[in-house]
């Protein structure tokens, strides 16, 4: 029994799994507040990249602010390691001459970091580096082979001939020894073979395995050689002692400067009227020239342009004899008795208002781009200018006849606007008075060829249709509507411009540059079919490249016309801004094409004003330019008034830069990623536009980014 127990336990004990194990006690854990850790300024080097993800350790909160335009992170903020993407838009910080070849900006990070009492709170400044893309090339006058003069202004550089503008080579011995004696001469003669140095010359290049093509004696001791490797002909006769010189047979030019008219340029056409030099918009598009043409009296044909606003003032002095009156067809088609008038529709669309309106006159700013009278006006009242501003047809056989749709406090009705859109192409209308309920049907006694409507609002295709059946019917009957694309700084599709009978037209204002840009507040889209200078947002994005001054100070880039004040019940000239200012520009340029015969039918009148209108931005049509901003002069044939070189640069998204063109030529643009057209071009117009449809140009494209970071255009030759 002992035995037997003792050996049980024994065996127990030597059993681990019977045992159990100690207890090991840990101490807590104990965790200690964060340690604030302050983030420091740094610099981020971008290079050629597009983009850069950082990652920076810490401990706490952050945040980005004060971000250059140029720049985007994503996330904007987080907790823990500064970790963003950071991208880089360079086109936003190029410059107009593009002479940047790096940019620079910094954005700000607010940071907390530790807890408590130890908590501590600041801000890092980052400062962004990014490299630009090179952009180059060389614009030339004519050719510039072989000693040819390249003409760039008022400044000439020869272009040194190189062997491979040459036809061959010319080599000359040395007089002393060797083949070249009389007796040799005249032996190498009798053979028929040429010279002597056309021999020797033509022996010594065959014997190094090149191609001799043919060979002239020029003397005994000269010949021309025509060969298939000119530098090497040249290296390996140069290098014989018996060689005096050998150069290249260079090509030579007639000395005719290129592009010189046979006709002398015609004298461009300025208006005297006071405000009239600060009429930007005209000089843009080629009107000087157009006024010219004018003078010839070929404008005869009788054009009516609709403009369906807000009425007009009759009483204006710069709109006498412009328009069609009450009892000619001009109409207020508003049916509300409290439309601002105080009665109903009726044949005056004056543009009603008292002391209290402190809006001006929205009709009688559109009229005046379009039909303004030029020369002295009649007296209206003490300070008023005597001659004003000037509208486009000048003395063109057009005629305004207005329609008021817009009330005083500036608004329409799809009703209203679907309504008088019939009546100005023609078609009867069917109006009801809304004191006598009595029903009137109009028809209008001068069918407008061409409507004009800045007017519009982003309501749905549904809510426009009856609006856009209007327009399709009335361009069934021949009319042209054109219609403002809308300012709302957006893509959102604005109605009736985005009806599919209508021409929706978006704005342009100056850049600096030797094109205009898209407005930032015309909207976008594909209906948008052309553009025309609106002008730029005073508020947003102002600008002065214009060159005008009003008393004194930098006249902005804004569209000056014909307006009405009324706290002083008497006419005025307003500046203002907008697709409302655009779509006027198309609508007379319409108008001359018809009163000249250019083209009879709305069909033909738009197919040529896109077929002769600049193309900005991306090549082709698109949605900031449609097909590009209209030509008045190209479209109405106008005489040329100048004749400059020039280099106009553009992106596919409409941005313009300028970039200096040296003394013979070349150029250099350091630019950001994308897609560009380069123009080389003449200006015959003289609106300081290079390279139009109808002038001689030469276009390349090229495009930019971290594949392509150098890129040479090469000549730009243009014909």
Known sequence: MSSSLLLACTLAACNPSTVDPPVVVQPPVVTPDPIATPLADQTIKLGQALSIQTNQPFVGEWSVSNLPAWLQVSPASGTGPVAFKLTADRGLATPLQASAAALSGQLKIVWTSGTGTGAVKGTATWTVQADQYLLKGRLLDGASAGGQDVRLGNKIKVASASANEARGIIVKYREAGGAFTAQAEIATQATGKGSAAAQQAGDTLRAANLNVVSSQALSGRSAALEVGDVDAALRILRADPRVEYAVPNALLHAQSLPHVSTQALAQPLEPTDQYAGLQWPFRLLGYPAVWRDMEGGAYSKAVTVAVLDSGVRYDHPDLAETLWKPGEGALDLLLEATNGDGDGPDTDPTDAGDATRTTGSHGTHVTGIIAARWGQNAPSCTGCSPTGVVGAVKRANVKVLPIRVIDAAGNATI????????????????????????????????????????????????????????????????????????????????????????????????????????????????????????????????????????????????????????????????????????????????????????????????????????????????????????????????????????????????????????????????????????????DRNGNGIYGETDEPRIQKTAVLGPNTPQVDVGDLLPK
């Open 415 to 682: 009703a209203d606007v679907a309504q008088a859109v019939r009546y100005a192409a023609g078609l009867p209308i069917t109006v009801t008075d809304p004191v006598t309920q009595k029903n009137m049907v109009l028809t209008n006694p001068h069918r407008a060829a061409v409507i004009n409507l800045s007017l519009g609002a982003a309501v749905s295709a549904a809510t426009a249709q009856p609006m856009c059946e209007a327009v399709q019917e009335a361009s069934a009957a021949g009319a042209l509507v054109i219609v403002a694309a809308g300012n709302g700084y957006d893509t959102q599709l604005y109605y009736p411009a985005a009806c599919a009978s209508a021409v929706a037209v978006g704005s342009v204002t100056l850049s600096g540059g030797s094109a205009p840009k898209h407005a930032i507040y015309s909207n976008a889209y594909a209906a948008v079919q052309l553009s025309a200078p609106g002008g730029t947002d005073p508020n947003r994005d102002p600008s002065f490249f214009n060159g005008g001054l009003f008393n004194g100070q930098p006249f902005p880039d804004v569209v000056l016309s014909t307006g009405w004040d009324y706290a002083k019940g008497q006419p005025n000239y307003e500046a203002e801004a907008g697709t409302s200012q655009a779509a006027p520009q198309v609508a007379a340029l319409a108008a001359l094409l018809l009163s000249k015969g250019v083209t009879t039918d709305a069909a033909s009148t738009l197919a040529r004003m896109v077929a002769t209108a600049t193309d900005l931005g991306a090549t082709g049509r698109d949605p900031l330019f449609g097909s590009g901003m209209i030509n008045a002069a190209a479209a109405l044939g106008a005489p040329a008034v100048s004749d400059t070189l020039g280099l106009r640069l553009q992106d596919s998204r409409g941005l313009v830069f300028q970039p200096a063109v040296d003394a013979v030529g070349r150029f250099s643009a350091y630019l950001g990623n994308g897609t560009y057209t380069v123009t080389g071009g003449r």
